[in-house]
């Protein structure tokens, strides 16, 4: 059975070490994430004091999530990322930066990223600190909502759209651009755009298709890159718990630029490329690529071409919001899934198709499935 990230980051012993006897899962992803933030900081970064008062509000942050850990499991994995970003939030971000400023709409995206903890429904926070509702509709105009929700306000007022594990929509930015939202994603954008520039800060992922204005670019901020964009059709998957950061180019062209500790020499992409950045390594992959597989959620649809297991299981616990728990032995290292999956169909349905149900049962209990080998 798993532990909590405490014992495996504050017991007895190497932390690297615990870890890397941990059994894979989203514990184990968090512990590494902390692990990693910890043990990046460059030599100029806060003193050794500053850093275990940091580590001691994490644990103790981490300590009163586990005490509803038995309530509800995936409330624990949300919440925890939560509880800690909340902590790290603005200090941290100059931590990991050292000597580079960070862009206002960034700060204002960063402080909102505990909204996830609610995977109720789709809300908008303005400038301010209220909260609104939003109805499921099939299109939301961000220039109705920071009109009627946040005044007209100036450029450097931002709201922060949430979108919680479950759902996924549509909206129309200020200048007509379009952006396709998935589930678990967060869009900051200023109530009024600047200008002599458009930009906005993603959460997740999104599909964007951008109205062209050549003397007013369109830049979107995440927590490793920055887009900069004239009039272009892409996709970009930003997700702070994955391993990676990509971006991928249907029309038109974008030119790419590293942010904080992910730093790489600036480059355009052309149509049918792919770039992936792994976090861990601070490694830039280009490649030629099927666009049509990673924007095809946009249709309720999954297009998978040799997916690792473990990343298509993450990705149907965002949509679905259900956790997926795997025994044993039953997501494999380098295990690939190759196919056509569809997002209307229900959860259970699609494990199927997945594992073979001769050999693996796959129960549900409300939101939590698990998959387990059958016993000979």
């Known amino acids: 059975m798993n532990r909590n990230v405490e014992d495996i980051l504050g017991g007895d012993g190497d932390p690297r070490q615990n870890l890397d006897k941990e059994p894979d899962g989203p514990i184990k992803r968090m512990a590494a994430s902390i692990l990693n933030i910890l043990n990046s900081q460059p030599n100029s970064g806060p003193s050794l004091e500053d850093r275990e008062q940091l580590w001691a509000q994490i644990k103790s942050n981490i300590s009163k999530i586990n005490q509803q850990r038995n309530k509800n499991i995936r409330r624990l994995r949300l919440a925890a990322a939560a509880s800690i970003a909340s902590v790290f939030t603005v200090s941290l ?27 109720s429904a789709i809300k908008l926070k303005g400038s301010g600190e209220r909260i609104f509702i939003l109805n499921d509709t099939a299109v939301i105009d961000l220039s109705l909502l920071s009109v009627r929700y946040g005044g007209r306000g100036t450029t450097d007022s931002f709201n922060t759209l949430t979108v919680p594990y479950g ?52 830049l979107v901020h995440t927590a490793d890159m920055l887009i900069k964009v004239l009039g272009t059709a892409f996709n970009v998957s930003s997700y702070r718990d994955d391993a990676f950061t990509s971006t991928v180019l249907v029309s038109g062209k974008i ?50 071409k040799s997916t690792p297991l473990a990343e298509l299981l993450i990705r149907l616990e965002r949509i679905y919001n259900t956790e997926i728990v795997a025994v044993n032995e039953v997501v494999r290292e380098n295990e690939t899934f190759s196919g056509r999956l569809d997002l209307t169909q229900p959860l259970v349905r699609l ?19 698990i998959i387990q080998q059958k016993s000979n």
């Open 167 to 218: 759902k996924r929509t549509e909206v129309v930015l200020p200048d007509g651009s379009k952006a396709w939202l998935n589930a678990g994603s967060q869009l900051t954008f200023p109530q009024q755009f600047d200008t002599n520039k458009r930009e906005i800060y993603l959460e997740g992922e999104g599909y964007f298709d951008v109205v062209h204005d050549f003397n007013k670019p369109f």
């Open 255 to 304: 030119e790419l630029q590293g942010v904080g500790k992910q730093q790489f020499k600036n480059l355009v992409l052309e149509p049918g490329s792919t770039a992936v950045l792994q976090k861990n390594a601070s490694r830039l992959e280009i490649r030629k690529d099927d666009v049509q597989s990673h924007i095809s959620w946009t249709q309720r649809q999954l297009i998978l």
């Open 93 to 119: 971000w100059f931590w990991l930066s050292p000597g580079t400023t960070q862009a206002p709409i960034a700060h204002a995206a960063l402080s909102n990223q505990n909204l996830l903890l609610d995977t």
């Open 351 to 369: 494990l199927a198709i997945i594992y073979d149900q001769q050999a693996y049962d796959i129960n549900q209990e409300e939101r939590r499935i």
